[in-house]
């Protein structure tokens, strides 16, 4: 009975995408920031590098190519970090507002959640005495079938980032995008904008591959797609500088 118990409980796993349970795999938190950090630095560089081509192609002058990077680069890192604060905690607001829905309506209307749990494991393909089953062992724990419910009725994931943490990550890492396009600025050399673009699209491509960390595509074309995505935003910049151009003595 307790073998075909586990065999019920193995096979919801499944239904789940979760397959069989390895208890020498490790879950690192600190993973979850990875698309902050990506996305971050990742915005920094494009946002920055756009900047610094505009005023480049405007002003003939690095040193005010520079202070524009830099000024452009603090701002962007303040707006970054306060805008990944902002839309971490208020997805995790309406998560939890979402969450203590769920509870009431368990406490409240337990049949009618029976029933949805039901149809959610008919879907899945059971039915008949291993539906019954399956349903009667995930509602008789109240906090399994909770969970279950949130992440198959309400489609939520409930390992939740701390906002501090992603925006002060996006925050820093937009920084570190930031400084590939203006480094070359501090030399004060002819080559400077030649320098800092051919840095920018490497970074772009490298950046744009990293996010396979986070979005499960081919890593060359996402890469790919940032240096498109980044020269088109250089070109047009530039052109637009170029338009408003003043001579700085």
């Known amino acids: 009975m307790l073998q075909k118990k586990q065999t019920l409980m193995e096979k919801a796993r499944v239904s789940h995408g979760l397959g069989k349970i390895d208890k020498s795999e490790v879950h ?15 915005d920094g560089l494009v946002s920055i590098v756009a900047l610094v081509t505009g005023v480049a192609g405007g002003v003939a002058n690095n040193k005010i190519v520079l202070l524009a990077g830099i000024a452009g680069a603090i701002a962007g890192a303040i707006s970054m970090g306060l805008g990944s604060y902002i839309s971490n905690k208020s ?7 979402e969450i203590e829905k769920e509870k ?5 209307e337990p049949e009618k959640e029976m029933e949805e749990l039901k149809e959610i494991y008919t879907k899945k393909g059971f039915k008949g005495k291993d539906l019954e089953k399956v349903t009667k062992i995930i509602s008789s ?10 992440k198959e009725e309400l489609g939520l994931d409930v390992d939740f980032n701390n906002p501090a943490i992603a925006g002060v990550l996006s925050g820093i890492f937009f920084i570190f995008g930031s400084l590939v396009p203006v ?6 050399t002819s080559m400077a904008l030649t320098i800092s673009i051919i840095a920018s699209l490497v970074g772009l491509f490298i950046l744009g591959a990293l996010k396979t960390l986070v979005v499960r595509q081919n890593p060359f074309k996402l890469g790919l797609e940032s240096v498109i995505v980044g020269g088109i935003a250089m070109v047009i910049t530039y052109y637009i500088g170029s338009l408003f151009g003043v001579t700085v003595t």
């Open 91 to 97: 997805q995790i607001d309406f998560f939890k507002s």
């Open 104 to 108: 009431r309506e368990l406490d409240e």
């Open 28 to 42: 690192v938190k600190s993973g979850h920031y990875i698309r902050d950090v990506v996305f971050g630095a990742n």
């Open 141 to 150: 724990n109240k906090r399994v079938m909770l969970d279950v419910m949130i």
């Open 183 to 188: 480094l070359p600025f501090f030399f004060n």
